[in-house]
């Protein structure tokens, strides 16, 4: 499995944020999506391609279709900065397959 | 919430070895898997490899094959993560993570390793 991300987006406050990520085939366990901060743990934002974590907000939402998942934030605020990683299962060798990450600056 | 505990920040001299240790507290553990990945300043994140260790097997990824090795003592609820032959690329903050259903639920707060002379 590859799976690809842009390596940077900008969005102005209160706009909205679409983030993709690609791959040769995304698996049947879904698409998951993380938030890291600088030198903070990642915390899980998006599992099962569009199901919110308790205590992510509604702003997050996710979708699929084909072999590109999206990750999209409404109204982005200052706080949602960070770099966004998506990860699929790679069901062949039993292991998780990261994206590169998309940095997400708000302006 | 699941809070991972990792062992502090280590400095090490190229060609040596590191131990970073995960420490799962609340006695789940065993009940899910305990992946390890790493992020390398300006890198994204690179899997390393994961354990389960109720059964106590790992997988790791082709690029550390023979370098790391991931254990698992189920009487202290720790995993750990031995990297050998420590080179200046592998300088990066490692991460434990509570890996069930296909997904990270749950990560610890990283482990800083520089590898300088």
């Known amino acids: 499995y590859v799976v690809t991300q842009a390596p940077s987006v900008s969005v102005a406050p209160g706009q909205t944020a679409r983030i993709t990520c690609g791959g040769n085939t995304l698996s049947d366990r879904g698409v998951h999506w993380y938030l890291q901060k600088p030198g903070r743990a990642p915390v899980l934002v998006l599992f099962?391609?569009?199901d919110r974590p308790s205590g992510i907000p509604e702003r997050f939402s996710g979708s699929r279709s084909g072999n590109t998942a999206t990750l999209t934030i409404n109204r982005v605020e200052a706080g949602d900065e960070g770099d966004y990683f998506c990860?699929?299962?790679?069901?062949?060798?039993?292991?998780?397959?990261f994206g590169g990450g998309t940095e997400l600056t708000v302006l | 919430q699941v809070q991972l505990e990792q062992s502090g920040a280590e400095m090490k001299q190229p060609g040596s070895s590191v131990r970073v240790s995960c420490q799962v507290p609340g006695g789940s553990f065993g009940t899910f898997a305990i992946t390890w990945m790493r992020r390398a300043p300006g890198q994204g994140p690179e899997w390393i490899g994961r354990?389960?260790?109720?059964?106590?097997?790992?997988k790791y990824s082709r690029n550390f094959q023979g370098r790391v090795t991931i254990t698992a003592d189920k009487s202290t609820a720790t995993a750990y993560l031995d990297l050998t032959d420590l080179q200046f690329d592998d300088t990066a903050t490692y991460f434990c993570?509570?890996?069930?259903?296909?997904?990270?639920?749950?990560w610890g707060q990283g482990s800083l390793v520089t590898v300088a002379s």
């Open positions: 099962d391609d569009s």
């Open positions: 990860q699929v299962w790679d069901d062949d060798n039993e292991y998780p397959v």
């Open positions: 993570g509570r890996d069930t259903a296909y997904k990270v639920a749950f």
């Open positions: 354990i389960i260790p109720i059964v106590d097997t790992s």
